[in-house]
């Protein structure tokens, strides 16, 4: 009998990915991990366990604005799933239909946004937005709207909401291609077969397409978790790094740029930031596994 041959080759391929990531990702988490049980006591590193996570979340001053950052990070989420999500469903399912025409064209469109930089959205709309030169009055002074105009990026109210759907604008064209190329992989035959049994146009959709692109939907709501979980490029770039005004729009990623490296006359503190880095990855885990042990509970449910 002989032994199956050890594949080397394999380990060789693999190997430089894994270096790389390990470098990058893996290596900086466990070190922060490693801050965050440490203070600075007269310019001394000293081991101190959980107090830093003590302090985060029941010391008044910091739990104040850690527990601010949290729920802003939550809406910011909401809003995401609620109107990007089905959004992109939708246009989706409008762009694949056969016989629309320069299909091509309008997804195009709609995906280019994605591919911009964090800073030329957050400038771009500031400007469009601004009630000194923003071309948002005089577009809705056109259609006879402006009573409605405020200044929605300089009002605690509505500064968050603005910013999130701000959001939503730019990274709709990523659920949209998902669910497209999900929608152009149900087979010709499970589709026919329902047009002989009557089921067509939109009846068609929400009967045979959309359970069976569920598990896309899945994916796509596990990274828009997790995604924006971990957004700061655009609040910093159009509201900085105090996330104004008066913190409304500060989230867990400005929170902490703040505290890890210090921003006006806030001096740096690396292990508190650290502190709330481990605090955001445990829950970005903890979020990730309660929706994955979902699926897996519903998918044996299906099974029994």
Not at 119 to 130: E, M, P
Not at 206 to 232: D, E, Q, R, Y
Request: proline share 5%; net charge neutral.
């Amino acid at each position: 009998m002989t032994k199956p041959r050890v594949r080397w080759h394999i380990a060789v391929f693999l190997a430089p990915a894994v270096l790389i990531y390990s470098a990058v990702m893996i290596f900086p988490l466990f070190n922060t991990l490693r801050l965050a049980l440490y203070s600075r006591v007269d310019q001394e590193r000293i081991f101190t366990g959980l107090d830093n996570f003590r302090t985060l979340f029941f010391d008044p001053i910091w739990a104040e604005q850690f527990w601010n950052a949290l729920g802003n990070n939550f809406w910011f989420f909401l809003v995401h799933m609620l109107v990007q999500n089905p959004i992109g469903i939708a246009l989706a399912a409008i762009l694949s239909h056969p016989r629309l025409r320069f299909a091509a064209l309008y997804r195009s469109a709609i995906f280019i946004p994605t591919i911009l930089s964090f800073v030329i959205i957050g400038f771009a709309w500031k400007l469009i937005l601004s009630p000194i030169w923003g071309i948002a009055p005089s577009m809705l002074d056109a259609v006879g709207l402006k009573s409605l105009f405020a200044p929605w990026l300089g009002k605690e109210e509505y500064a968050l909401t603005t910013l999130a759907l701000i959001s939503v604008w730019q990274f709709v064209g990523i659920p949209m291609m998902l669910i497209y190329a999900a929608l152009l992989s149900i087979p010709e035959e499970i589709l026919e077969a329902g047009e002989i049994d009557g089921i067509t146009g939109l009846a068609a959709f929400w009967k045979i397409k959309l359970p069976l692109i569920l598990p896309s939907i899945g994916i796509i709501s596990i990274l828009t978790f997790v995604g924006n979980f971990n957004a700061f490029d655009l609040i910093y770039a159009s509201q900085g790094a105090l996330a104004g005004p008066d913190y409304s729009t500060d989230i867990l990623g400005t929170f902490m740029y703040r505290t890890f490296f210090g921003f006006q006359l806030q001096l740096g503190d690396p292990h508190m930031g650290s502190a709330i880095a481990g605090a955001m990855f445990a829950i970005i885990l903890v979020g990730v596994c309660i929706y994955l042990f979902g699926i897996q509970t519903r998918m044996r449910r299906y099974q029994l």
